[in-house]
């Protein structure tokens, strides 16, 4: 933990020694196409709060938070979230754990006077410190701890380098722009936003146990995207790496563009942001590798203020896996975040999965988790906020498969710090 907390407090020492500025407090620092923090998006001509995870897009409504700095002509943004959880998870498939999650941010931006723009993004995680068999979770699977076994109702870990990726946009029009996106590591277009970006559930420390049949490519070893915008309207292509990171966290795992996916993205006014998405998926499991699949993605997220301080944001998502030989899989997830006032939020989410990838059933159909979490923050310094919360999930098995006990459960407590 060492390495993260060193650079958790990098970022903080920034911003000291920009004594608290922000791009919006400086005089004198405004950059083609912003005018203080309304920038407009690293792809196109949009608000910058439609950005997220990727190129994914998000509801223009939604917060940009960060640590916003100039350096020359670079405009430079720092985020970190650091998260310690004390996880317990009832029944004999079950078990307990403290564990940190979290993630270390940076971003550079340039615009130029044509009114292109070049973004650098790396983002970091501490995921690899909590062990190769990530945490305790119910339902969870995918990907494997030691390279011989899957990973059942446990949420793997992150790599440590989580994205590295640059992407150039060039304007065509007002309301029209090209961009390319390449990442080693990076995301492709499939899927919504990633789940610890997206507005509905970035602050439930929690995986979703539906996060491989919608977003888990958010983190693969090679991915080149090309995309065109016109006003609300994405439609990007992607060629990127199927396999989906092996069980050794530090490292750089192979690049081998063998899989595509192609996305659709719509934002019909500042409150909503859709998109649906397909795509190949060459060998994506270590453990399988003569299995392909194919994967189909909706969903639907909707931000709005409710007042000072107060907001509402919820996603509804839906993702289909089907395998070589196999039937398909389905995924359903709705969740959402209440901000009753600036330092509470209360966290939700209900999900139905079918899954075969479980030791308990050659195939477990409609199991599902609901889960309410509330979290409270304060500010102890510009930039630095403090929380303390918890969770509760409710698990739900079919009656036919004994391996989980009677009611299983599970619960969380957490104390996070969060610079930005």
């Known amino acids: 933990m060492h390495r993260f907390a060193f650079a958790l407090a990098l970022c903080a020492a920034t911003s000291a020694v920009a004594q608290g500025q922000s791009m919006a407090d400086m005089p004198g620092m405004d950059m083609p196409g912003m005018t203080g923090m309304a920038a407009t998006g690293t792809l196109g001509n949009y608000p910058m709060t439609r950005d997220a995870s990727g190129t994914s897009w998000q509801p223009d409504a939604a917060s940009h938070r960060g640590i916003h700095l100039m350096a020359d002509d670079w405009a430079v ?79 793997h870990p992150h790599d440590l380098f989580m994205e ?56 693969t070893f090679g991915v080149v995207t090309a995309g065109y915008i016109r006003g609300d309207w994405k439609l990007e292509v992607s060629q990127f790496t199927g396999r989906e990171p092996d069980q050794f966290r530090f490292n750089f795992d ?75 899989e389905n995924g359903f997830l709705a969740e959402a975040e209440y901000k009753p006032a600036d330092l509470w939020t209360i966290f939700a989410r209900a999900e139905s999965i079918d899954s075969g990838e479980f030791f308990a059933s050659p195939a477990i159909r409609a199991a599902g988790e609901a889960t309410l979490g509330i979290i409270r923050d304060w500010r102890v310094a510009d930039h630095l906020t403090l929380g303390l919360g918890g969770s509760y999930s409710v698990d739900f098995v079919p009656s036919g498969v004994p391996a989980y006990g009677g009611g299983p459960h599970g619960a969380m407590v957490f104390l996070r710090v969060i610079a930005d």
């Open 77 to 155: 943004m720092l985020h970190a979230r650091l998260v310690g959880v004390y996880d317990t998870q009832s029944g004999p498939r079950g078990g307990e754990q403290t564990f940190f999650a979290g993630m270390v941010m940076a971003e550079a931006r340039r615009d130029f006077a044509s009114g292109d723009t070049l973004n650098l993004r790396a983002m970091l995680s501490p995921d690899p410190f909590m062990g190769r068999s990530g945490y305790p979770l119910l339902l969870a699977s995918g990907e494997t701890a030691n390279g011989t076994t899957p990973l059942v109702d446990r949420q």
């Open 164 to 219: 590295l990726s640059a992407s150039y946009s060039h304007r065509l029009a007002d309301t029209d722009s090209l961009f390319v996106y390449v990442g080693y590591p990076g995301e492709p277009a499939l899927g919504p936003v990633a789940f610890m970006h997206r507005a509905s559930t970035e602050d439930d420390p929690a995986a979703p146990i539906t996060h491989h049949w919608l977003d888990s490519t958010h983190v």
């Open 254 to 328: 192979p690049a081998r563009f063998d899989s595509t996916s192609a996305r659709l993205s719509w934002n019909p006014n500042a409150n909503w942001s859709l998109q649906v998405s397909w795509g190949f998926l060459k060998s994506p499991e270590q453990l399988e590798p003569t299995v392909n699949e194919t994967r189909y993605t909706a969903s639907a997220t909707y931000v709005t203020p409710l007042g000072e301080d107060s907001s509402l944001a919820a996603t509804l998502a839906f993702g289909r896996k089907q395998l070589t030989g196999g039937t398909g």
